[in-house]
């Protein structure tokens, strides 16, 4: 394909943004979405190791002071902002790449 569009006298860039990135793109949606867990799980051991309030922060905090309560209430606010970070993303890909499997299978 690639070439096909070369040997009409596409250049670089239109080669790249007609069928490079948007062959891409499911790719680049599905990193988005396991980045998107990952970040919530480094922000909260960032605020472990050397924060002073923020989530994490509160669970240590909790932990040390046995407030189950206050723990559980921070793991649920935490899941719920990850859960809520992929929902986006795949909101996004569903409304950027509406010709793709994969962004209608995760919607359903």
Do not use: C, H
């Not at 189950?68 to 859960?83: D, I, N, R, Y």
């Amino acid at each position: 394909m690639i070439y096909l569009v070369q040997s009409m006298g596409a250049n670089e860039l239109t080669t790249f943004l007609k069928i490079r990135l948007p062959k891409a793109l499911p790719s680049i949606f599905g990193g988005l979405k396991v980045g998107m867990g990952q970040a919530v799980v480094g922000a909260t051991v960032g605020e472990f190791i050397a924060a002073e309030r923020g989530l994490g922060y509160l669970q240590l905090i909790s932990q040390v002071r046995l407030d189950t309560p206050l723990l559980f209430a921070a793991v649920v606010v935490l899941s719920l902002l990850g859960v809520l970070l992929f929902n986006l993303v795949a909101m996004i890909e569903r409304i950027a790449l509406p010709w793709s499997r994969v962004a209608t299978e995760v919607a359903e």
